[in-house]
């Protein structure tokens, strides 16, 4: 039962280029979370999303960010145009249910680096 | 969503017993308690959640009071590995409200 897979590990975007993340959740997980970590602080929601489906998008920034999870495929993190203040790791967690009981999974992350 | 006060740091040996607080004053009534543990370059993992008194699994023990302002998490003899930084979260995470709130935790260092 393989965890939460995100790709890639590590993503280098040139100014002005687009990135795109992918996250698949756990099997038999329909929740998923985005969340923005930069270096010595805390995570940042970003985004909750269920199958087609996005709950809340909150912590997202209004221009370039967007996300989506298809009924197929794995849910996807899109940053238009990247500029130098979103490098940072980026990473995905899903849960079967709101978290309560279980908890929340999180994948490994992608470390995204603008140059 | 209740904001959660924690230690920035904490120092320890290997084989000693490490208690973290965490303060949650505003606690709210449908509110659990979460604790996660991350180490560098990966994600972080659950470690373990409880609503009242104590709970234990083969990880931690979280103690949490009758007022539930605070809770602790407790490990028992850690050793180098343990260390991580490790975040209190406090929520219902019931729908819409889906969403962690995580601080900037407590890094602990485990010596020899």
């Known amino acids: 039962n393989a965890g939460v897979m995100q790709n890639p590990r590590h993503l280098v975007r040139r100014r002005g280029q687009e990135a795109r993340l992918r996250c698949s959740p756990m099997?038999?997980?329909?929740?998923v979370y985005w969340y923005r970590q930069l270096p010595e602080e805390g995570l940042k929601f970003m985004v909750y999303?269920?199958?087609?489906?996005?709950?809340?998008e909150s912590g997202m920034p209004k221009e370039r960010f967007s996300a989506e999870f298809p009924k197929e495929g794995p849910s996807i993190l899109r940053i238009q145009q990247v500029v130098r203040g979103d490098s940072a790791a980026y990473f995905c967690?899903?849960?079967?249910?709101?978290?309560?009981?279980?908890?929340?999974?999180f994948g490994s992350g992608t470390r995204l680096t603008v140059v | 969503l209740a904001k959660t006060t924690q230690p920035i740091s904490m120092d320890s040996y290997e084989g000693q017993e490490v208690n973290i607080t965490c303060s949650h004053n505003?606690?709210?009534?449908?509110?659990?308690i979460t604790w996660y543990q991350q180490f560098p370059s990966q994600g972080p993992r659950f470690i373990i959640q409880?609503?009242?008194t104590k709970v234990t699994n083969e990880v931690a023990s979280l103690f949490i009071p009758a007022d539930r302002k605070s809770s602790t998490l407790s490990l028992p003899r850690v050793s180098l590995s343990d260390t991580a930084v490790y975040y209190c979260?406090?929520?219902?995470?019931?729908?819409?409200?889906?969403?962690?709130?995580f601080g900037k935790g407590t890094k602990l260092s485990v010596k020899p």
């Open positions: 099997k038999g997980h329909s929740h």
């Open positions: 999303l269920q199958k087609e489906n996005i709950i809340d």
């Open positions: 967690a899903s849960s079967p249910e709101a978290g309560r009981t279980y908890g929340y999974t």
């Open positions: 409880g609503y009242k």
């Open positions: 505003n606690i709210a009534t449908n509110d659990y």
């Open positions: 979260l406090v929520g219902d995470y019931r729908g819409s409200q889906g969403n962690l709130i």
